[in-house]
């Protein structure tokens, strides 16, 4: 238009175009992503900027500021805010499902609360955002001038991540809008790569076939998703959204109710729907009380840090916390409305898509990219294998090529010379007369040979790839699973068929899946699902402490030293591929780091009633039972499930139904099986009764557990060796008694660390200081009588010993772990006992008071323990008068109707003077096995001589047994014989065709 020139224009048709012109300019260059890599212009920008840089994941971080004028000044046309804000965006974890740029510094928070200024915070491309730069540098995408024509940029990315539904996006343009909500890397690919296997049948693919895999938006902060709009609409709102590209799904928080005390009840949540703000969300619930729409809240506070989001909210008696959270979802952002608007850019024209589309655009974009990618490779390999050509050629006729570069008086002529004489390109005589002297070793020619066929079959195989796309679709589909196999991770956001009607918890949602929970020696607590036991190194992260069955919906329930326990739901303990993984138990429950995990077990968590009793027992002997009815919930404050002397601490909790037998073992070699109903069940807070006397003061309890029938009690001692013997060699006792003999310590074994049950097909893992697993079962044990002697189990290193065992268990009952208590200076094995006076889990240190855990079928522990006060002053008693010690004050008095039948009964029992540890007079004992001259195995008891047991043999009673033991592999065979009296013989020893037999008589 000239100057001073007037024209005449319609302006209705003027302001049509002009706004025309606008909204496309805004539309393609700002607001709507790019349907292939799924960026906007100033995300893609940022991106590759930051590529340019240099500022890779392995690299140093970078100021912000640096980032933002680089992007100002090469490529984005408007201001640094907006390209801060995107920076930004990509960077928080609560924005994107999978960051793009790996910050460091403020980059804000969930709420609300904006980042840091530029010039404070810094970063670097994330690994995930490296990867949709992958092979930009091999004329993959195309390349457009930036503002001013000095520099090109690029127009897309190569993207090897589907991030346009991985990530999702939303932006206003003119006159429309994209909400594209994010999704499950996993899900994302396997919906691909179900498609490229029916590439040739695409149009026959449904979306239903593709929410085969595909099952919904999957939140950074988690969250539910309902399927249907209410209990009667039969519609699915998810699969209308990804047939049509537009839809509205309701999404609600997550939260669960835990009991706390006074009959009082709270609310927690801990996660919330995507995009809503946290502090305004505790402002809506505070306005909400103050105006009287809410009652019955008592305190509202936000405990969330960075293990994760926590919102506590308690409420008072008179209300119920179930109609509480239903006023909460229907009042507050907990539950609000996601809309979905796939609407991208497609060939730079706007296009609602639907999920098959937006797929098939992303897979028409990867077959561009890597059809493009071989043509270049392949051109460089032709390149690079047509100078190797040369340079052999070069080699073949080395002193000719000599001899002509000599006589050349300039390069030009050589290089004219060498292309006449062997028919070389002028490349390949640039590449001869550039070759250096030390090209000519044999080492270097072999090389050069060897990249000459290298490079030929990379050209074979790049023509072949570039001919068959079904090639090319292998090798993308090959590209996806790596992809996922790097990022791939687990859904955060689940999906329920509905939100209406009764109230959804954490509990009722969660799917019932069975897992292992691990727990290890540090209290680290990792959770992994499936049947299989998890894997475990020989060397592992941390020692096993325990291998607990469990259901997501179960809850966990973790028993100090000190006796006091919490309940904790399975679904919280996060996921861990392998023990010593997951995260500390301080973390997840109102315990401390200072106290010690003493056993653990695992209780279902549907509120229903519980039948049986939970049987603890400490290790200075100690033994109750409570009831399972008597355990609360979900709890938020520790509770006291048994009050521990401040001389012992608690070692195992094992699940019983009341009519089962338990067994004890001592680190001395002795075990006492019992009755558990000889133990009445008693409150949360008492003390308990004495279960077994120990020998000495340095003496403790190392294993205790359920009889089972058929099983054996396995036995190991700190140098490794070990034995089984079977269940019923140990006769039933009366409690608080001495007990049988189990192990002798044989020479060079100090004590024994651990005893538990075994059963045949079941293994165990022996654990040793040195930080080293095994596995062993009955079959690497050996097997006999309690007089059996021990055999090596394993081989241990120098100085190294056996620090515990761990049995997993697969129904449901947890499993158990022992440790030996740590070694002297001088490398003689001590007896741990906690500081008299003080909490043991308190002022008792790592080498004060024992650190194995000893895993009861229900739980963890075995910390090493010392007679209690009463124990020691029992004893002498015990021994000088050849009567009973009296049971120490942790015993409670039976009530005045028990007391009362017990003092009967006394009174009308004959009077006898029994041994200490012995049963009574007239306890008789059956067995299964069969001895001459008289059926089966009994045991005679004689006033004054108690508990001797044995075969009858030649049809003699009285106090004379005689046991016999034969084996003919090699093993040790054993007599023993016994007389009346007190007469002792003398034993012998002779050997026979390489056996060694014993012959001993001894005095009963």
């Avoid at 401040?646 to 001592?666: N, S």
């Avoid at 080293?772 to 002697?789: A, E, Y």
């Amino acid at each position: 238009m000239e100057v001073g020139l007037i024209k005449q224009i319609n302006i209705d048709h003027e302001m049509r175009e002009s706004y025309l012109s606008y909204a496309m300019s805004v539309i393609v260059s700002r607001a709507l992503p790019d349907a292939r890599d799924g960026l906007k212009p100033v995300q893609r920008r940022i991106l590759y900027a930051m590529y340019d840089m240099g500022l890779r994941p392995d690299s140093p971080y970078r100021k912000s500021a640096r980032v933002v004028g680089e992007v100002l000044g090469k490529y984005h046309p408007h201001g640094d805010q907006s390209v801060y804000e995107a920076m930004v965006r990509m960077a928080q974890d609560f924005s994107m499902r999978y960051m793009l740029v790996d910050g460091q510094g403020n980059f804000g928070s969930i709420d609300g609360d904006s980042a840091a200024a530029m010039r404070y915070t810094e970063a670097r491309l994330s690994f995930s955002g490296y990867d949709l730069l992958a092979d930009i540098d091999k004329n993959t995408i195309d390349y457009e001038p930036n503002f001013d024509d000095s520099l090109k940029q690029p127009t897309v990315l190569p993207a090897t991540i589907p991030n346009l539904l991985v990530n999702g996006a939303s932006g206003i343009a003119v006159g429309m809008a994209t909400s594209i909500p994010p999704h499950n890397l996993t899900e994302i690919v396997g919906a691909l790569v179900y498609m490229l296997d029916r590439w040739e049948t695409l149009d026959d693919i449904s979306v239903n076939d593709l929410m085969r895999f595909v099952q919904g938006p999957d939140f950074p902060t988690g969250g539910l998703i309902a399927r249907h709009r209410g209990e009667d609409d039969d519609a699915d709102a998810i699969a209308a959204a990804y047939a049509t590209g537009r839809g509205r799904l309701v999404v609600r928080a997550r939260a669960h109710i835990e009991q706390m005390e006074r009959n009082k009840s709270r609310i927690v949540i801990t996660e919330i729907p995507y995009q809503v703000n946290k502090t305004n969300l505790l402002g809506r619930i505070a306005d909400l009380h103050r105006d009287g729409r809410l009652e019955g809240l008592t305190d509202l506070r936000d405990e969330s840090d960075r293990r994760g989001l926590r919102i506590i909210i308690e409420t008072t008696r008179t209300v119920a916390a179930e109609e509480v959270l239903a006023d909460l979802f229907r009042l507050t952002p907990l539950q609000s409305t996601f809309s979905i608007s796939l609407l991208a850019l497609v060939n730079n024209e706007p296009r609602v898509l639907t999920l098959k589309q937006a797929l098939r655009v992303y897979l028409e974009h990867r077959l561009e990219v890597v059809r493009r990618r071989s043509e270049y490779d392949l051109e460089k390999a032709r390149q690079r294998a047509h100078i190797l050509e040369g340079l052999l050629v070069a080699l073949d006729h080395l002193d000719e090529v000599i001899e002509i570069i000599r006589r050349s008086r300039t390069v030009e002529t050589a290089r004219a010379n060498l292309i006449e004489r062997f028919k070389l390109s002028d490349v390949q005589a640039g590449a001869i007369l550039d070759m250096q002297l030390r090209r000519l070793a044999a080492l270097e020619r072999k090389k050069i040979q060897d990249e000459h066929k290298e490079k030929l079959a990379l050209i074979k195989e790049l023509t072949k790839l570039l001919a068959h796309p079904e090639l090319m679709r292998e090798q993308i589909k090959a590209e996806l699973l790596a992809v996922s196999e790097r990022f791939g991770d687990k859904r955060r956001t689940q999906i329920v068929d509905t939100v209406e009607g009764a109230i959804l918890t954490s509990a009722g949602l969660l799917p019932d899946e069975q897992g292992w929970i691990m727990v290890s020696e540090k209290g680290t607590l990792g959770r992994c699902v499936g049947d299989a036991l998890p894997g475990m190194a020989r060397k592992p992260l941390e020692q096993p402490a325990a291998l607990i069955r469990a259901s997501t919906r179960d809850v966990l329930y973790l028993i100090t030293a000190s006796g006091r326990a919490v309940g904790l739901p399975v679904h919280r303990v996060p996921e861990a591929a392998e023990i010593g993984k997951g995260a500390p138990w301080s973390e997840l429950s109102p315990l401390g780091r200072d106290d010690r995990l003493a056993a653990a077990l695992v209780l279902p968590g549907n509120g229903g009633p519980r039948e049986g009793f939970l049987f603890l027992t400490t290790l200075a002997g100690v033994v109750k039972r409570v009831r399972l009815d008597d355990l609360p919930g979900v709890t938020t404050e520790p509770f006291t499930v048994i009050n521990v002397a401040e001389d012992d601490a608690l070692g195992w909790a094992r699940v019983t139904t009341g009519t089962q037998e338990v067994l004890l073992a001592t680190s001395s070699g002795m075990a006492i099986r019992f009755g558990e109903d000889s133990v009445r069940p008693m409150g949360l807070p008492a003390s308990g009764v004495m279960g077994i006397k120990l020998d000495s003061e340095t003496d403790g309890v190392v294993g205790m557990d359920v009889v089972a029938p058929n099983g054996f009690l396995w036995s190991i001692t700190d140098n490794g060796l070990a034995k089984a013997t079977p269940i019923d060699d140990y006769p039933l006792q009366n409690r608080y008694g001495q007990g049988v003999i189990n192990m002798r310590l044989p020479k060079g074994a100090s004590e024994v660390v651990a005893a538990t049950l075994l059963t045949r097909g079941a293994s165990l893992i022996v654990t040793t200081s040195g930080g080293v697993t095994k596995r062993l079962g009955l079959s690497d044990t050996t097997i006999g009588v309690r007089s059996v002697r021990p055999q090596p189990a394993l081989t241990l290193a120098v100085k190294s010993r056996v620090t515990g065992v761990v049995l997993p268990v697969a129904n449901g009952a947890a499993e158990r772990k022992a440790s030996a208590a740590p070694e002297s200076p001088s490398g003689t094995p001590k007896r741990a006992r906690p500081a008299v006076g003080k909490k043991a889990t308190e002022a008792a240190t790592p080498a004060e008071l024992p650190t194995q855990l000893e895993l009861s079928a229900n739980g963890p522990v075995t910390m090493k323990k010392v007679a209690s006060a009463a124990t020691k002053k029992a004893a002498p008693a015990a021994k000088a008068t050849g009567a009973p010690a009296a049971e120490p004050s942790a015993q409670l008095e039976l009530p005045i109707g028990e007391a009362a039948a017990s003092k009967k009964a006394a009174s009308g029992a004959p009077k006898t003077t029994a041994r200490p540890g012995r049963p009574p007079q007239g306890d008789q004992r059956h067995a299964p096995d069969r001895g001459q001259g008289r059926a089966g195995r009994q045991t005679i008891t004689r006033q004054g001589d108690a508990g001797q047991e044995g075969h009858c043999a030649n049809g003699r009673t009285g106090r004379q047994a005689a046991a016999r033991q034969s084996d003919r592999c090699g093993q040790e065979v054993s007599y023993t014989g016994g007389r009346t009296g007190h007469r002792q013989g003398q034993g012998r020893t002779t050997t026979r065709q390489g056996q060694r037999t014993e012959h001993t008589t001894a005095r009963f």
